[in-house]
């Protein structure tokens, strides 16, 4: 089991930018790696995920060009850089991960996931 702690949100204007950060620790290796977020009255929807040797990448439409996915794996670290945020970002973000890339875009299919963090931007 891989437990996993977000940090790095907070409250942005629209246009600003914002750095997530996801330390994992327990059983980390080989982990593909992933954010989604969650809005309220939304369903939880996938943002971005990285593979373990960091080789693959992959991003939702709305947040391509703007959104970075990053990891460190000496320090167990994803990182999420979200720069020209817009109102509509604004969401719950999660980590999640898996031991199988084929799944890490999943909301509903197995894997480790974080308590989350608070990203508000304002118009």
Not at 3 to 16: F, I, P
């Amino acid at each position: 089991q891989v437990q996993l702690v977000e940090s790095g949100g907070g409250l942005v204007q629209a246009g600003g930018s914002l750095r997530l950060s996801c330390a994992a620790s327990g059983r980390t290796f080989s982990n593909a790696m992933g954010w989604f977020r969650q809005a309220p009255g939304n369903e939880r929807e996938f943002v971005a995920a990285i593979s373990w040797g960091s080789a693959r990448t992959n991003y939702a439409d709305s947040v391509k060009g703007r959104f970075t996915i990053s990891r460190d794996n000496a320090k167990n670290t994803v990182y999420l850089q979200m720069n020209s945020l817009k109102p509509e970002d604004t969401a719950v973000y999660y980590c999640k991960a898996d031991d199988r890339w084929s799944r890490i875009t999943n909301t509903d299919d197995g894997g480790s996931w974080g308590q989350g963090t608070q990203v508000t931007v304002s118009s």
